[in-house]
């Protein structure tokens, strides 16, 4: 029997949710012909799994250099990845290719990202090929799928690249990214070579896909409109450091930063509630 003066036993406070990817003080440092430049410069952010988090800032910040690095393509200067709570492992090692799978780009060049020689149905098939891992539904079910989910007819599997426009070349990177079921997507941009309209489409795709499968995101943009619309939280990149980061919407309405309220500024608003036919 328990004492009638024993003090109430307390709640268990739950531990924090463990970030899906977490990068520690990343640094990134180039030899250049006069001295050594420092293009990422003590970089540190977390995203949970199910979060988008934008990585935001201009052309030059250091943004697509930090993706390089959460996905090992670059090793850091200094700093640490990690995934799941644990430091990733060396580019070469088993223990990275595995974990390859579950870490996806899509790259900003639709046109550029696809090979011209390669049907789409050996585009889809290649990450399959490349990990050895045939899909248990049979590799044919499986291209049909990823082609489904992205507003894509099967019969695309039998044509090349250049017999599909800018967007519907991006619809099929994204179904590439996602064959191996992946844990996060890293979108470099992914809209930029796009126009408005047809950007507006993809975007919308990136955030039904997010809902349907449980992804997590890093976005990579240098605008706030896109990012507030798509966004959880907003790191704000400007010449290698993080000089911003938050929720999205304080961010985007209340920005402490001055070269914030300058982003925020110089972006038009895309209409991103369009639901128009693939293009």
Known sequence: ?????????????????????????LIKDYARHNGVSRVVDDVSFAIQPGETLGLVGE?????TTVARILLRLIEPTAGVVLFE????????????????????????DPYAALNPRMRIRQILAEPFAIHREPPPEGLPARLAELLRSVGLDTSALARY????????????????????????????????????????????????????????YLF???????????????????????????????????PLSPYTRQLIAATPVMPLAANSPAR
């Not at 052309?59 to 943004?63: A, M, P, Q």
């Open 161 to 216: 690249p250049h017999e599909f426009s800018g967007g519907q070349r991006q619809r099929i990177n994204i179904a590439r990214a996602l064959a191996l079921r992946p844990s996060l997507l890293v979108l470099d941009e992914p809209v930029s070579a796009l126009d408005v309209s047809v950007g507006a489409q993809i975007v919308n795709l990136l955030r039904d896909l997010q809902r349907t499968l449980g992804l997590t």
């Open 220 to 254: 990579i943009s240098h605008s706030m409109p896109l990012v507030r619309y798509l966004c959880d939280r907003v790191a704000v990149m400007q010449r290698g450091r993080l000089v911003e980061l938050g929720d999205c919407t304080e961010v985007c309405y209340s």
């Open 59 to 63: 052309s030059g910040c250091g943004k």
């Open 85 to 108: 709570g644990q430091p990733l492992p060396p580019a070469s090692s088993a223990a990275m290719r595995a974990l390859r799978r579950r870490m996806q780009i899509v790259f900003q």
């Open 1 to 25: 029997m328990t004492p009638c003066n024993a003090a109430p036993a307390q709640p268990s406070e739950s531990a924090p949710p463990l970030p899906l990817i977490e990068a520690r003080g």
